[in-house]
């Protein structure tokens, strides 16, 4: 295998003021004797113009001091514009190096690129001169053991934003061009536009989760068919990183009519790897998500009138700046679906109407209105996994067209379950159901209380509890599941925690001091005491919810 050399001493500033280069000087490869010229290259920018047909197969860089942050998880890209609107990643610096030394990369890409740049991690102004960039000629070359770039064995999402901006708040939607790379090829690259969702996590950390909205439907990664948004949860004061994946496994098991499916990926935006997410389906209307029949504007006479409708239990609306309806007797909800901008004040007044009818029927004693298998499961998820915002918030169900029932799910939002919040730590230990030691939207705790209060629907649950072992919920078979999601994710794990370093205890938004304490004021110190806690609170879990069940019936009227 022969080499080329190029050898760049190269100034490193800061890529996210990036202008477009004015004036390239050009260096040119020659086969088989290496003639070095100059490289021109502007003043304030770190890009590189390739004038010839080769593949980077090496990268060395030189390391200038020990600050490890200025170095681990920079990111090198090629594209085939000088703007770079084509750009992806072509290779990460994952390790600490040697001071004052040559460092090397080795590169696998299959793609010929003109310009190659560096972007510091963490928005630094790092310099890794002088860089030496090694290539193959692609004529002639062998192209099927070369893969396209991956951080880790987990696919790579890579978002670029317009003018290389981050978004900062929940109303700021940007244009982006989004590529996902999965088993060494590159089956997405699409224009599309992202904000931060969410509400704690956007709100309290760094580490911020997405919502994608694709130009045109796309079928991401083997997930739930073809749909513009998509969501990227960030798990940031989740440590074992798969609460969120676990609580929709248990989802699946107990055979809802919808689970929201995920995938682990590794994300980078704008060139700033951002660490591991979990890729999933957003919760929306449509034949593979929330299946409830469309409505329009001019639905304002039964059969039409009556459905559907997708609506939440939501506590929130006060605290993160919206307003929330209320019931006769003061459950906060809002309504979901139709939209905002979309729904007409027919129906406002009709799904308002049967979900006081609803509540007020709990009361008395009658359950002509709620679906009791859909809720059975729904409480079993929530109580089993310990979610402490079960009556606060991400409590959804839907209305169906000609039908009068309310129907729950699907679940959502566990990141502080399983043990991960001290209103509940240690979960196992309670003496009462873990929805009572949480916040509730208004009455909606209340509300719980008298519903599974009636014999009728506490035996109900009990029965459904009976069942799933022979649907398949059982230790061996969670256990399972986490030991493979922690193989899975585990290089993606350990980039996630160079990048936050958060296994220390911080305050959440409210100030309280939350994440994997135990509840007894120790700190979780890595990834494998995180997954080690969570597979002892799952142990624990069947028998300590068994219980309470058994419990409430006894004491059900």
């Known amino acids: 295998m022969k080499y080329t050399l190029l050898i760049i001493n190269l100034f490193i500033i800061n890529i996210f003021s990036l202008n477009l280069p004015k004036n390239l000087r050009k260096e040119t490869f020659e086969e088989p004797i290496l003639k070095m010229s100059e490289i021109e290259y502007t003043s304030n920018n770190n890009i590189i113009e390739i004038k010839s047909n080769h593949i980077i197969t090496q990268i060395k860089w030189t390391k200038k001091d020990n600050y490890k942050y200025n170095y681990l998880l920079g990111v090198f890209e090629g594209s085939n514009d000088p703007s770079f609107s084509d750009s992806v990643p072509i290779a990460m610096i994952k390790e600490q190096g040697?001071?004052?030394?040559?460092?090397?990369?080795?590169?696998?890409?299959?793609?010929?690129y003109k310009y190659i740049r560096y972007i510091p991690p963490n928005k630094n102004n790092s310099d890794i001169s002088p860089i030496k960039l090694y290539g193959e000629l692609q004529s002639g070359l062998n192209?099927?053991?070369?893969?396209?770039?991956?951080?880790?064995?987990l696919p790579l999402v890579s978002i670029h934003t317009d003018n290389s901006v981050f978004p900062t708040n929940k109303d700021?939607?940007?244009?982006?061009?989004?590529?996902?790379?999965n088993e060494g090829k590159i089956e997405i690259n699409s224009q599309a536009t992202i904000k931060i969702r969410g509400k704690s996590t956007s709100n309290g950390s760094d580490k911020k989760p997405y919502r994608i909205k694709f130009n045109e439907q796309q079928k991401i990664l083997g997930l739930s068919g073809s749909?513009?948004?998509w969501v990227l949860i960030a798990n940031f004061y989740d440590k074992s990183l798969m609460r969120n994946a676990l609580a929709f496994k248990i989802s699946e098991i107990m055979q809802f009519e919808y689970t929201p499916r995920c995938k682990p990926v590794d994300v980078i935006l704008n060139g700033d790897y951002r660490g591991n997410y979990f890729l999933c389906d957003h919760i929306d209307i449509g034949k593979n998500r929330i299946n409830i029949d469309k409505m329009e504007k001019t639905d304002i006479n039964e059969p039409n009138l009556s459905g559907g409708y997708f609506l939440e239990v939501d506590g929130g609306g006060s605290f993160y700046g919206y307003t929330n309806l209320k019931t006769d007797r003061g459950i906060q909800w809002k309504i979901n679906y139709p939209k905002d901008d979309e729904i007409v004040s027919e129906q406002i007044n009709y799904i308002t109407a049967k979900f006081n009818k609803f509540e007020n029927e709990i009361y008395n004693g009658i359950f002509d209105s709620i679906d009791l298998d859909s809720y059975s499961k729904f409480f079993l998820v929530e109580e089993f996994c310990g979610d402490p915002d079960a009556v606060w918030s991400s409590l959804y169900f839907i209305k169906k067209r000609n039908d009068d029932k309310f129907y729950f799910g699907p679940v959502w939002d566990f990141d502080l379950g399983f043990d991960n919040d001290q209103r509940l730590t240690p979960t196992n230990d309670k003496p009462q159901f873990a929805f009572n030691y949480g916040a509730s939207a208004g009455t909606m705790m209340d509300f719980t209380k008298t519903l599974i209060g009636h014999k009728t629907v506490m035996e109900h649950i009990q029965k459904t509890w009976e069942k799933l072992s022979g649907m398949g919920l059982n230790q061996n078979i969670l256990m399972q599941f986490i030991e493979q999601t922690k193989a899975e994710?585990?290089?993606?794990?350990?980039?996630n925690y160079m990048k936050w370093d958060n296994y220390k205890k911080e305050k959440n938004p409210w100030g309280w001091d939350w994440g994997d304490m135990g509840g007894f004021g120790r700190i979780q110190e890595n990834f494998e005491d995180a997954v080690n806690r969570l597979k002892d609170y799952v142990m624990k879990r069947f028998n300590s919810l068994g219980n309470l069940i058994n419990s409430a019936v006894s004491s059900a009227h």
């Open 98 to 112: 040697n001071l004052n030394e040559v460092n090397y990369i080795d590169v696998n890409i299959p793609t010929v």
């Open 489 to 495: 994710i585990q290089e993606s794990s350990d980039l």
């Open 227 to 229: 749909y513009k948004k």
């Open 172 to 181: 700021q939607e940007i244009n982006c061009r989004v590529t996902i790379t």
């Open 143 to 153: 192209l099927n053991d070369k893969k396209d770039f991956q951080v880790t064995n």
